[in-house]
């Protein structure tokens, strides 16, 4: 016994006739494919159900297991306390998944819990099963900040732990689709939307998994979705899977987008190695793309190489230009890793004696000293992808019409406390928006005075 079946199922509230008071008759389709899956899921009798919540308490670089042996909650939230879910927890399928990760130095545990309640994007799929099957122990995952890999590595140890305890398992990624369908909907219309809940009912009904670690992260946050993560954990538990797919229904009536997929496992299928697969391409796309690095993107990557592997600050090996080494400027150095941010620190005026010597410093302080993230692995160095900023003089402005966020970076000052933010971010598009992140990055708030400075930068990367 392992994993024998796995569903895609989303978490709307009002689907309850407690909670919907006749409005869950607008999504007939979606409670006839819920009551389908729950009846399939009643016949597998699975001992455990790993459910998988965006709903669980979230860490950025860390996913939190529920611990203990059991918990509970009810939809009082939506004016439905007397309807209540009660689960026993599978303590020794969680423990021995801690293990697992332990083992993987992979960043998932029981430590950080802030409540027992159950959330409803566990009560809501259990409020079906539990209506065919009840003989079931539960194991209840969060979901990270960590990139679209980690949550399918994740995925892959919950398989091995399935394996490893002979455990009849059932998976439930729990997770509605995009929030963005409709004007009239919870967060407005996003033309990425649509077309988010098009790919993935796509992606999802060839079980095509492999393609989930193609969505970038900021098309997605475009599309206000819910469960990517959920869907990308439930992939690496089907790793090396032959699965027979159902899809049971698909709407989006209330502007949000509800999808329901079974999965039914048959078997190991060795080709099915969808995360390395995905990685073999990134590697092979970073090899093209270090081709056409300049010296100021090789300093940066042989820095950060050769410090994440000795914890020494290397001398620079390179023959570099002039530019580099006899004249000074604020440098930033920014680290991707599957496209999303994995560190970024610079210098808003030169600190060191030339560029070169700022770029090596803002590079290991990138790589493994950005308090946002943990640091850099050796194991993740060939899926980083570096830029590196060189800052012009900054001029002071005196309003936000003179700023363009895709020509000028931005300075914010009140007081001691101060931002920036580079110029041409993805998903930053006005200057009222570059001044806010500016303002966060500071802790000032929204509505304190800031002096404004603005600034171009020469922007080096490689673009494969």
Known sequence: MAITAAFMLPHPPLILKEVGRGQERKIQKTIQGYQEAARRIGEAKPETIVLISPHQVMYADYFHLSPGHRASGDFGAFQAAGTRIEVSYDKEFTEYLCRLAALE??????????????????????????QHWTGYKLVRIGLSGLSFPDHYELGQ??????????????????????????????????????????????????????????????????????????????????????????????????????????????????????????????????????????????????????????????????????????????????????????????????????????????????????????????????????????????????STDQLDPKKYGVIVTNGTRRGLLLPNLEGVDHAEDQVRIAKEKAGIRPEEKVFLERFQVIRHSAIA
């Open 105 to 130: 130095e992979f960043p998932a545990g029981t430590a950080g819990e802030q409540s027992r309640q159950l959330d409803h994007g566990t009560m809501v799929p259990l409020y079906f099963v539990n």
């Open 157 to 398: 140890l919950i398989k091995a732990a399935a394996k490893g305890l002979n455990r009849n398992t059932v998976i439930i990624a729990s997770g509605d689709l995009s929030h963005r369908l409709k004007e009239d909907g919870p967060y407005g219309y996003q033309e990425e939307g649509p077309e988010y809940d098009r790919k993935i009912m796509d992606v999802m009904e060839r079980a095509a998994f492999g393609e989930l670690l193609e969505f970038s992260e900021s098309f997605c946050e475009r599309a206000g979705e819910c469960g990517h993560r959920s869907l990308c954990i439930m992939a690496g538990a089907l790793d090396r899977t032959r699965v027979k797919c159902q899809l049971h229904s698909y709407e989006g009536p209330f502007g949000v987008g509800y999808g329901i997929c079974a999965y039914e496992t048959e078997g190991e299928e060795t080709g099915r190695d969808l995360l390395e697969q995905y990685k073999q391409r990134e590697r092979e796309r970073i090899l093209d793309q270090r081709k056409q690095e300049d010296d100021y993107v090789r300093l940066a990557r042989q820095t950060i190489q050769s410090y994440v592997r000795t914890g020494k600050t290397p001398p620079h090996s390179l023959d570099l230009p002039a530019e580099m080494t006899d004249c000074q400027a604020g440098v930033f150095v920014s680290i991707k890793e599957y496209g999303r941010l994995r560190g970024c620190i610079g210098t808003i005026q030169a600190v060191q004696r030339s560029i070169a010597e700022e770029i090596l410093v803002n590079a290991i302080s990138a790589a493994v000293r950005d308090p946002r993230f943990s640091p850099i692995q050796e194991k993740e160095l060939d899926f980083l992808t570096i830029s590196v900023d060189v800052l012009g003089a900054p001029e002071p402005i005196s």
